[in-house]
């Protein structure tokens, strides 16, 4: 058996629950780097920036650099970047769309040639997600995900609609096929092991 050379690591629920970091894990996550093994926090969390996410994990008291954190908005964002005057219909927190102020949404009559669905928990408006659906359906929209899940558990373990399920009910209206960023995507997994250079294997 080959000896392990690289560890994805899930960050919710992996490293911290409920506010509060895992025992464990932090000493963990330094042996593993005594070993010289290549680590990469990869996360479904679409709500937060990446700097975010990594200014809570540094509070929780994980050694860690930015770089090692990779989300589905990093994997969105290289996919627009040759993309630049793309227009786009994005739903999703306040903080996530001033991350992505330098792209091009729309305003007032424009029409999008993206639609983009994230978490956005704290910005609820069901006219975004029919305006969404509109977009799509009525101007061939591509309808993009930043990830699958279907529902996920809060700071008090209790279960939330997560962004696959709003992704997944605009497709299934609409008949159209989604490109989701996040997990469950093999393209995000493969994105991973790229950025600590170890190949995908069967």
């Not at 960050?11 to 005594?34: A, C, V």
């Not at 964002?77 to 219909?89: I, M, N, Q, T």
């Amino acid at each position: 058996m080959e000896p392990i050379k690289g560890i994805l690591s899930d960050i919710d629920g992996t490293l911290y629950f409920k506010g509060k970091s895992i025992p464990g894990s932090i000493e963990t996550i330094d042996r593993l780097r005594e070993k010289g093994i290549k680590l990469l926090f990869f996360t479904n969390t679409d709500s937060k920036t990446p700097r975010n996410i990594y200014k809570l994990l540094k509070e929780y008291g994980y050694k860690l650099n930015e770089g090692e954190i990779f989300t589905p908005l990093i994997a969105l964002k290289e996919f627009l970047s040759d993309k630049l005057e793309s227009k786009v219909y994005l739903v999703a927190t306040e903080e996530v769309l001033d991350e992505f102020k330098d792209f091009h949404q729309i305003k007032g009559d424009e029409v999008p040639d993206y639609v983009i669905i994230s978490d956005f928990h704290d910005n609820w408006d069901v006219n975004r997600l029919n305006n969404a659906f509109k977009y799509v359906i009525k101007y061939n929209a591509r309808l993009l995900g930043t990830q699958g899940n279907k529902y996920y558990l809060d700071k008090n373990g209790e279960p939330v609609i997560d962004t696959g399920s709003f992704v997944q009910m605009i497709a299934t209206a609409a008949n159209v096929k989604p490109t989701i960023f996040g997990k469950p995507s093999k393209e995000y997994f493969i994105q991973a092991l790229n950025r600590i250079n170890l190949p995908a294997r069967n």
